[in-house]
């Protein structure tokens, strides 16, 4: 069994969770890593076994521009700090996985000062990526790319993590990956390998790269939508595209992350239990972001300072967060529960059984095991879930 069909990650922006300058890079060393670490413990009083952290190295200012993927960015500490985390993390029996910006590094880093040829050109210009002024594509049909993005994988690995987030992965081909990660399979073959996908055909993607899990958005917005719009036939269509892609593939699923709105702020905090319910009663690996199972609102906005509202600092200790949130904590616990005594769910196939507007029913099962889910939206917000073997979950609002 791989670590695809048991993680459950407690998912961290790390400069921004951490009370970071974002937008300044540089400056002193600041060891911030440790702050980490109560909320590691925090985490696995959800039932979370792993750390998903964001970027942590050197970069210009939101860590996905990056200038040295093999140095800990100055804002959150040194190698001393993350060698801390990494035990910190084994003490708890948690996993770690890192995001890996390989796709792109930024216009201040030492390869465009070189010159290099690992970076891609068309008539000597600079390809940027996506319009980024500030962010320059590597040329991965380059062997050289090849053998350095293998070399900082295997870098941190020897370092003690798990795996890695191939940030936008959709943007490098296939065949980059599979070279990639088959070479690194050689001396760490139960590493796992996320990929970043928006949309497509996600289990043809993940055959072709070579990935054990790729995100699930197609059911992220097919939960959210469903909930705000008071129409869970749109739910029903991405259960069963989920489905679809899960055969023989384990989906990165989620309903919050750095790059989204939060769900609270799309569909209350009523709303955002009913979307956890989801979460951790169909095919996948979930992931939590940090602060979603408290209900942290925050929306999106433009410009340089777009994703602030949602990567917001966390409070020192989690005895410092608002009772309010407890609730909701407590549903996030009692599914996260739920899911670790049916770990099988993770390869489950989820069929719909019923809908309409205002409600859906459907199921998970794996041979003789079934997990059985209603969600209603009307005249109360609610939740039941029954197992075949005899346990049973509700919530109401």
């Known amino acids: 069994m791989s670590l695809a069909d048991t993680a459950i990650w407690y998912h961290v922006y790390p400069l921004g969770a951490l009370g970071a300058p974002v937008h300044e890079g540089g400056g002193p060393v600041a060891h911030r890593l440790p702050a980490l670490e109560p909320w590691l413990d925090h985490a ?45 993390c084994r003490e708890r029996g948690m996993a770690l996985m890192l995001d890996g910006v390989f796709n792109h590094v930024s216009t201040q880093h030492g390869l465009v000062g070189e010159n290099s040829p690992m970076l891609r050109r068309s008539n000597g210009y600079l390809y940027t990526w996506e319009g980024h002024d500030n962010l320059v594509e590597l040329d991965h049909t380059r062997p050289e790319v090849a053998d350095w993005v293998t070399s900082i994988m295997l870098h941190w690995l020897r370092r003690g993590i798990s ?20 070479r690194v399979r050689q001396e760490f073959p139960d590493a796992l390998f996320l990929g970043e996908v928006i949309h497509g055909d996600f289990g043809a993607l993940v055959d072709a790269a070579g990935w054990d899990s790729v995100t699930a958005y197609e059911l992220w917005k097919g939960t959210w939508s469903s909930i705000k719009d008071t129409n869970f036939w749109e739910l029903a269509h991405a259960l069963e595209r989920h489905q679809s892609f899960s055969t023989g593939h384990v989906m990165n699923t989620f309903v919050g992350n750095h790059d989204v709105d939060r769900i609270a702020s799309l569909v209350g905090a009523d709303g955002a239990a009913l979307a956890a319910s989801v979460l951790f009663t169909v095919p996948g690996m979930p992931s939590v972001y940090y602060g979603d199972e408290q209900g942290f609102t925050g929306e999106r906005g433009t410009g340089m300072y777009a994703d602030d509202a949602v990567r917001p600092p966390l409070p020192a200790t989690p005895a410092e967060l608002l009772p309010t949130g407890l609730w909701l904590q407590r549903v996030y616990q009692d599914l996260i529960g739920f899911r670790r005594r049916h770990p099988w769910l993770a390869r489950a196939t989820v069929s719909v059984v019923a809908k309409e507007n205002t409600w859906i029913e459907y199921a998970s099962t794996t041979g003789d095991e079934r997990v059985y889910v209603r969600i209603e939206l009307e005249p109360v917000a609610r939740v039941s879930v029954r197992a075949s073997d005899g346990e049973t979950w509700e919530w109401s609002a």
């Open 44 to 88: 696995v009083d959800l039932g979370c076994s792993g750390l998903l952290l964001g970027p942590i190295f050197t970069s210009v200012s939101h860590g996905y521009d990056t200038l040295d993927h093999f140095s800990i960015d100055p804002r959150l500490g040194d190698d001393a700090d993350f060698d801390r985390l990494v035990a910190a």
């Open 163 to 182: 795996g890695w987030r191939l940030d936008v992965a959709y943007a490098v081909a296939p065949e980059f990956w599979r070279e990639v990660i088959g």
